[in-house]
Structures are given as structure tokens and as C-alpha cells.
């Protein structure tokens, strides 16, 4: 049953983003799996950078409080203390990788990864490769929608809600 959604007819591995882009050599290759038609499960994502964690830590107790029910104000400064006192690694071994999903290339790689706060989770989106590929000014316009929508609101942490919305009907099992 491995990689049943994303498998064609001939054989290939094909993943729907905004089109379909063939997987093959990474599902060969690298291992990664197809979770549904549109998710990708990669055993070796690309973690957060020590600025993005930074970004994270910031975010995460303002997240919190409007995403957790009776989340109250000594739970954000206990989180903020928490984050605070957190090395890298630690914050690392909390985000729990879930799945990716590709956007406009099949080199480009949308990790999203969970943390789980009094229950709920914070989806944790890593941009990161995204990103890099826009610094190749010749290979994409300088003032793409998109990515500056999206760099204006980095770090991304989205709730269960997004989710479930976000990937209803394809497959998707919510943690």
C-alpha cells in the first residue's frame, strides 16, 4: 500500500500541488513516501534554522493565546519562560516533522512540522526552502505575491482548523 495515492498508471509517482510533478527519483531515492494525492512524508526534512526557532519562540505564546482555549495570561508567561530557557535542540525535538507539500517545483519543499501546547497543536510551517530558491533573482520576478505575503508574516503557525481545512478530502490524518 506504500505511496498507493500519488502512484500513475505507468508507474511513476505523482504529486498534486498547484499541477502534478513527478516524484519518482524521490520516492526511489530518497525514501519519502506520498501520504495522499497532495503530501509528501520525507525522512530527512530540512529542520528550522537558529533564526527561525528565534522567530518561533517569539510567536508561539501570542499563537497560544488566541488558539487555546483559557490559555491565560501566566500560561503565556510560563510559555515564554519555557521557550526562553529552551536550547535549539530541545525546541528541535519538540517539532514533530508531520508532512510536506510542494509548491511550483518539486524541489520546492513546504515542511510542516506540529507542537503540541496544552493539547492543541501549532503547525509549525518551514518556508525555508521556498525562500532560498526566491534569492535566485533570474529565475523568479522580484516582487512575486506570494512570497512577500508570505515573508510579511513569517514565522507561519497556523492552528488544527488550517489543517483540516487546508488538506480536508485528501487523505490527511490530523495529529
Known amino acids: 500500500m506504500k505511496n498507493i495515492w500519488c502512484k500513475t498508471e505507468d508507474g511513476r509517482y505523482e504529486i498534486w500541488g498547484t499541477t502534478p510533478y513527478d516524484i519518482t527519483e524521490r520516492i526511489e531515492k530518497e525514501g519519502c513516501e506520498c501520504l495522499s494525492e497532495s503530501l509528501l512524508w520525507n525522512p530527512k526534512p530540512k529542520a528550522f534554522d537558529p533564526q527561525q526557532l528565534q522567530e518561533i519562540r517569539q510567536e ?71 525562500y532560498d530558491h526566491y534569492e535566485n533573482k533570474e529565475a523568479y520576478p522580484p516582487n512575486d505575491e506570494f512570497y512577500e505575503k508570505l515573508k510579511k508574516y513569517y514565522p507561519i503557525i ?6 483540516r481545512n487546508e488538506f480536508r478530502n485528501k487523505g490527511v490524518v490530523y495529529f
Open 60 to 130: 508561539l505564546p501570542n499563537w497560544a493565546m488566541k488558539n487555546i482555549p483559557n490559555f491565560t495570561t501566566k500560561d503565556k508567561q510560563d510559555l515564554q519562560r519555557e521557550l526562553t530557557v529552551m536550547s535549539d535542540t530541545d525546541l528541535l525535538k519538540k517539532l514533530k516533522y508531520r508532512y510536506s507539500f510542494l509548491r511550483y517545483s518539486r524541489y520546492q519543499e513546504i515542511y510542516v512540522y506540529t507542537l503540541k501546547i496544552k493539547g492543541k497543536n501549532a503547525y509549525c510551517i518551514n518556508y525555508k526552502e521556498v
Open 158 to 163: 497556523e492552528n488544527e482548523d488550517w489543517a
